[in-house]
């Protein structure tokens, strides 16, 4: 059975504008059992950045996957570290998922630290449509 995994172009910048996350846009098509790898490059003025990765399923808000900082990940409950994980290699946090599962099928994010600045009410509305199914890019 093929496994579906939307990646969209975004951007998450802070304020300062010197912040930036890039994906490439796309699908990635893989069988269970596959380990795939997507991709995320970034620039920031940080010296020692934090990235997130996060999963979103249909009809459902962007979860909590784990985040990387120096040389360490954590990872959420549900994301167990023997399938999904990340480390950040000069400018880039790769994720591999491995043991691909149907349920893996998502929209997968990068986000870089600070994920939301201001008020989360405005960040809400600039994401979603008013019928609650385009996701817009954040700028």
Known sequence: MLLYF????CHFTECKGADRVTQPTGDVIAAEGDTVTLDCTFETTRANPTLFWYKQEVNNFPKYMLK???NT???AADF???RFNAAIINKSVPL???KLQLSDSAVYYCALQPTVTGNTKTLYKNLWSKDNTILHNIH
């Open 6 to 9: 939307f990646l969209l172009f």
């Open 68 to 70: 990387c900082f120096s």
């Open 73 to 75: 990940v954590e990872n």
């Open 80 to 82: 167990e570290k023997d």
């Open 96 to 98: 591999k998922i491995q």
